[in-house]
Each structure stands twice: as C-alpha cells, then as structure tokens.
T-cell receptor, first 116, second 114 residues
Framework: GESVGLHLPTLSVQEGDNSIINCAYS??????FIWYKQESGKGPQFIID?????DKRQGQRVTVLLNKTVKHLSLQIAATQPGDSAVYFC???????????????FGKGITLSVRP | KAGVTQTPRYLIKTRGQQVTLSCSPI?????VSWYQQTPGQGLQFLFE???????NKGNFPGRFSGRQFSNSRSEMNVSTLELGDSALYLC?????????????FGEGSWLTVV
C-alpha cells in the first residue's frame, strides 16, 4: 500500500536555529496534510495543516510547505527552542474521506533534538 | 475546554483475554477515530465513528471493534488478545470529521499483553 515516509529518523539542531523537517508522500490522491508533534508519553499534538490547493501556510513560528509535483512536504520551525524537542509526524488523507473523518496515513516519525 | 480523554491510561492483559478502551471526545465533537501506535508499525488507523455509525475502517482483523454512543463517547474492544496487540491506542476527535476539521488526539491507553 501507499505510505507517507520521512527522509531522516533524527535531527539535531542548536537552540535558536531554524529546523526543517521533511516528508515524502507517495499517494498522489492525498490532498490534505497535517503535521503533529508527539512528546514522550503524550498523544500527538496538532501543529499545522495544509490543503493541496496551497503551497505554503504559516503559523506561529512554524511554516509548512507543500510541493505536489514531487510529493514533498516540509515543516519549518523558526528559532527552535528546547520545548520543540519531540517526535514529529506528517500525515495525509484524501478528499474521498472528507465526508468521514480523517483516515490519516502517518509517516514513521522523526525525532527533533534541540541542543542548548 | 477539556481535551480528548481516554481511559484507562495503562493496563496489562493476558493473551486470550479481551479489553475495552474508552474515549470521551472534546465537547461538541461528533467524529471519533482510533489509532494504534507501535514502534514497528508507527501510527495506524483502526476505524472512525460519526453519529454512532462506523464510516471508515483500517486494515485490522475483526478482533478489533468499536462503537460510538449517542453522546459521541466511543469504546474500542480487542478480543482474543495477542502479544502483538501491545501498543498505545490513541483516540482522536474532530467536530465533524473530514477536510479541514482539526483532529485532536488524546493521551492514549497503553496496553501491554503478556
């Protein structure tokens, strides 16, 4: 089956630097994408989402970029802080599930480690 | 407002037993979905309920089942537990499901099968 995957399992960044987390997806029918952050012992926390009719969306200190041509999604975190240390997941779903809920397909996850 | 609440948080069961997990969605949310998270398989979709009806189902055996009540609370059941069922079971809710409806997750129920 098709899946969403992440390029790197871990990412270490210096506090204050910008972080970029990448995600490749293989399902060309996917048109809604979400980034989640999961801290140890907790459930995934919604960060930001983007629809396929957009290329970029910004939130507070975060930006998601979508490149449908190469099926690539990225999450940019500005001025990374120690509290950003967590596992980050990208997830995707298709419009045919819009009448229903999010049958989300998740990537494997990437660990972001922030060095003080 | 209160988030998605899952009970119990931790439980240990023996192979062959069955287990029921409970989820209370955020107030006003009518869509509830369940996911299984394991180190090997990551997060995998189990099923989703809206207005007491199952609308979507993932690729899990029939031992995994669920239901939703009229107050939107949901339960999932796993019968004839296997060691491989040990996982974090996550419940997620959204207002009505689908495109653009933010999906919020609970803290999960940690199931260990021995």
């Amino acid at each position: 089956g098709e899946s969403v995957g992440l390029h790197l399992p871990t990412l270490s960044v210096q506090e204050g630097d910008n972080s970029i987390i990448n995600c490749a997806y293989s399902n060309s029918a996917s048109d809604y994408f979400i980034w989640y952050k999961q801290e140890s012992g907790k459930g995934p926390q919604f960060i930001i989402d983007i629809r396929s009719n957009m290329d970029k969306r910004q939130g507070q200190r975060v930006t998601v970029l979508l490149n449908k041509t190469v099926k690539h999604l990225s999450l940019q975190i500005a001025a990374t802080q120690p509290g950003d240390s967590a596992v980050y997941f990208c997830a995707e779903t298709e419009s045919r599930y819009t009448g229903a809920n999010s049958k989300l397909t998740f990537g494997k996850g990437i660990t972001l480690s922030v060095r003080p | 407002k209160a988030g998605v609440t899952q009970t119990p948080r931790y439980l240990i069961k023996t192979r062959g037993q069955q287990v029921t997990l409970s989820c209370s969605p955020i107030s006003g949310h009518r869509s509830v979905s369940w996911y299984q998270q394991t180190p090997g398989q990551g997060l995998q979709f189990l099923f989703e309920y809206f207005s007491e009806t199952q609308r979507n189902k993932g690729n899990f055996p029939g031992r995994f089942s669920g239901r939703q009540f009229s107050n939107s609370r949901s339960e999932m059941n796993v019968s004839t537990l296997e060691l491989g069922d040990s996982a974090l079971y996550l419940c997620a809710s959204s207002r009505q499901g689908g495109y653009g409806n933010t999906i919020y997750f609970g803290e999960g129920s940690w199931l260990t099968v021995v």
